[in-house]
């Protein structure tokens, strides 16, 4: 069974960048994706970008497209979401899943009810 655990949080003035990191345990599939949510209070929680376990296929939400990027090192089992050009809007806590989207990967991964594994969070916070 997939794990996953977030680090890399913290807080940044508007403008400045910042790196989460997600790392991946357990059994993984050709299907599985991880992906990075993220939620304010209040809110529902908002996908912000995901990567497939080869590498080969990125999707990310278009308040985000330009500024962030994700990447894996499969040699650490770590996925990295660089952020950049943070703004007061970013603030959230973001969190890590991982789920087998199968076909159809690129309008599903939105869906959190498609992810059964998920980290505690982390805190990012904007100053501006």
């Known amino acids: 069974q997939v794990q996953v655990a977030e680090s890399g949080g913290g807080l940044v003035q508007a403008g400045e960048s910042l790196k989460l990191f997600c790392t991946v345990s357990?059994?993984?599939?050709?299907?599985?994706?991880i992906t990075w949510f993220r939620q304010v209070p209040g809110k529902e929680r908002e996908a912000v970008g995901c990567?497939?376990?080869?590498?080969?296929?990125?999707y990310y939400a278009d308040s985000v497209k330009g500024r962030f990027t994700i990447s894996k090192d499969n040699a650490k089992n770590t996925m990295t979401l660089q952020m950049t050009k943070l703004k007061a809007a970013d603030a959230a806590v973001y969190y890590c899943?991982?789920?087998?989207?199968?076909?159809?990967?690129?309008?599903?991964?939105?869906?959190?009810?498609?992810?059964?594994?998920w980290g505690q969070g982390t805190q990012v916070t904007v100053s501006s």
């Open positions: 899943a991982a789920g087998r989207l199968g076909d159809g990967a690129r309008w599903k991964w939105r869906v959190a009810a498609h992810y059964g594994a």
């Open positions: 990567i497939n376990r080869d590498g080969g296929a990125t």
């Open positions: 357990g059994q993984t599939f050709d299907d599985t994706f």
